[in-house]
């Protein structure tokens, strides 16, 4: 790997952790001091120039990534793709961006309003990707975003930087089952995602994958300090599609889920799902 790729992907983690405590914790519980591999960190965005997931795409290609595979959420509207790096040891990657054209008026306004605020020039400085929000947001248009989408609410909150990052538990010494990682972190505290079950996937679909809600920080909004789900972290348990090849690509139902877990309201919907 070469230098500024490893000072990149230590930045990005630099910046999460800041938002994330409980991710160096995830780190202390699982590995007991020993390093910890990650299958992939995930970024999210708008399907605004000038920061469309193509764009934010080409540091990754510039690292000498490749694009994989594709996602659609209906639902939640978004789609997502996944791009690999022929070095086993760097993190696959995972960007979505919300198709904000299918949203109101009302949500079109805000988002654009925000877009409008960041300067194309710095979007193509690979520092962009752990770069935060670059723009003002009050509290109430903060709120606004999350009656319609808990991603564009997100979004605005925390703007460019790791989502998440995601333990790869086939290289973790100790585990043989997500489920041991699952009762080893709620014993530890953790409070994870039951949206869809606490594991979503299953060796059938050759991944399995559960994450913590996400962590609690106090955002600057224009008008007031309020406190709001961050960034989370995710584990997740590859299968073999062939002797020695490990399942590389994601698996959209499961994914669905996973964005659940920087909902502020997650609770309710696990309940409405019934797998509370
Ligand atoms: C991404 C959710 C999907 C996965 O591994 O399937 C995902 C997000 O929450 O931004 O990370
Ligand atoms: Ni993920």
Redesign the pocket.
């Known amino acids: 790997m070469s230098h500024s790729v490893e000072q990149f992907f230590d930045n990005l983690w630099n910046d999460y952790i800041k938002l994330t405590p409980s991710a160096a914790k995830v780190h202390q519980v699982l590995g007991q001091g020993r390093s910890i591999i990650n299958d992939?960190v995930?970024?999210?965005t708008f399907n605004l120039a000038p920061v469309r997931l193509e764009t934010l795409a080409k540091h990754f290609e510039a690292m000498g990534y490749k694009a994989c595979g594709d996602y659609a959420f209906e639902a939640k509207k978004l789609v997502?793709k996944h791009f690999e790096h022929s070095d086993p040891t760097l993190p696959k990657i995972?960007i979505?961006e919300l198709l904000v054209e299918e949203f109101s008026p009302e949500l079109q306004r805000i988002v654009k309003s925000l877009v409008a605020q960041i300067d194309a020039a710095d979007v193509a400085k690979p520092e962009f990707l752990y770069s935060g929000a670059h723009w003002q947001i009050s509290s109430t248009d903060y709120e606004q975003l999350l009656e319609e989408s808990e991603?564009a609410a997100w979004m605005a909150a925390f703007g460019f930087r790791a989502?998440?990052f995601?333990v790869n538990v086939n290289e973790l010494p100790d585990y043989e089952s997500l489920e041991q990682v699952n009762e080893t972190l709620k014993q530890a505290g953790f409070r994870l995602n039951t949206s869809g079950g606490e594991i979503?996937g299953s060796r059938e679909v050759f991944l399995e994958?559960s994450?913590t809600m996400a962590d609690h920080t106090a955002v600057r909004f224009s008008d007031m300090e309020k406190v709001v789900p961050s960034c989370?972290y995710?584990f997740?348990k590859r299968y073999e599609v062939a002797p020695n090849q490990l399942y590389t690509g994601?698996?959209a139902a499961?994914?669905?889920k996973?964005?659940e877990?920087?909902n502020a309201r997650a609770d309710a919907s696990a309940e409405q799902d019934g797998s509370a």
């Open positions: 992939h995930a970024f999210r997502a995972f979505s991603y989502n998440h995601t979503k994958q994450s989370f995710e997740a994601f698996v499961s994914a669905d996973i964005f877990s920087t």
